[in-house]
């Protein structure tokens, strides 16, 4: 199951379950939500590099 959510309804969440550690079945959800963000913030950057990235043919020694 995917499913994105408000960054603010994340660390509502993230601040309930680390709330709740030691529990295994909190630690175990908090594990999964941080490993998603880190997975989102990584394809956000893939994401504003490429977008960014400038194209090959501009600027460069192209002949005319």
Request: avoid cysteine; aromatic fraction near 6%; proline fraction near 8%.
């Amino acid at each position: 199951m995917k499913v994105e959510i408000d960054a603010d309804l994340f660390d509502r969440i993230e601040r309930y379950l680390e709330s709740k550690l030691p529990d295994p079945e909190a630690a175990a959800i908090l594990q999964a939500l941080e490993d998603a963000e880190i997975e989102r913030t990584a394809r956000a950057l893939r994401e504003r590099y490429v977008i960014s990235e400038p194209s090959p043919d501009w600027g460069g020694d192209q002949p005319r």
